[in-house]
């Protein structure tokens, strides 16, 4: 039989709450090159994320979507460069009008 030997309520100490001692925000403070943001999502795209994350055996969905941003950024070429390059390959013909070297 389980031991039901219960304490009466008077051996439980008192708690008090001491408004004084709280405090404000996460328990567990971001990292300083984080930031907190909200972010709507399509449901499939957050439901493909966290479907990988279940596979690979657990992690967090949050962080593989901050690793395949920063996978896109590194592997795109930065706004300035795309557009002096569109703008030269546009500019080519006109200023070397006989170059037969254009595809």
Do not use: C
């Amino acid at each position: 039989m389980a031991n039901t030997d219960f304490h009466d309520a008077e051996d439980i100490p008192e708690v008090t709450y001491d408004p004084a001692r709280a405090q404000r925000g996460a328990r567990n403070p971001l990292p300083a090159n984080k930031e907190r943001i909200t972010i709507r999502l399509d449901q499939d795209i957050l439901t493909w994320f966290k479907q990988r994350v279940h596979e690979q055996g657990g992690g967090n969905y949050q962080t593989l979507i901050n690793d395949a941003l920063r996978q896109y950024i590194e592997g795109h070429e930065p706004l300035e460069a795309m557009l002096r390059r569109v703008i030269h390959e546009a500019l080519e013909p006109v200023l070397h009008p006989g170059d037969k070297s254009e595809t």
